[in-house]
């Protein structure tokens, strides 16, 4: 297994060379196929069924402090 020094030296021999990572500039707003309005729809579930799981929880532990106790 090569040392870590081994791998970010030869990293740094890529740069060296000129070579670059890629740039990923994507405009999400005019992607072809990207249905933005359904994304919110979905983020907007996933609060809201977050939300209703904590306060479940939240009852339930306190039902078990009184109960159980």
């Known amino acids: 297994m090569p ?3 081994d791998s970010a030296k ?3 021999q890529g740069f060296e060379k000129g070579l670059r990572m890629a ?3 994507t405009e999400y707003s005019t992607a072809d196929g990207n249905d933005y309005a359904e994304h919110e729809r979905t983020y907007e579930l ?4 977050t939300k209703w799981g ?3 929880i939240v ?3 306190a039902g078990m402090a009184y109960f159980l106790t």
Request: proline share 0%.
């Open 10 to 12: 030869s990293l740094g």
């Open 3 to 5: 040392a870590l020094h």
């Open 54 to 56: 904590v306060i479940s």
């Open 46 to 49: 996933f609060l809201t069924m």
């Open 59 to 61: 009852i339930l532990l």
């Open 23 to 25: 740039s990923h500039e």
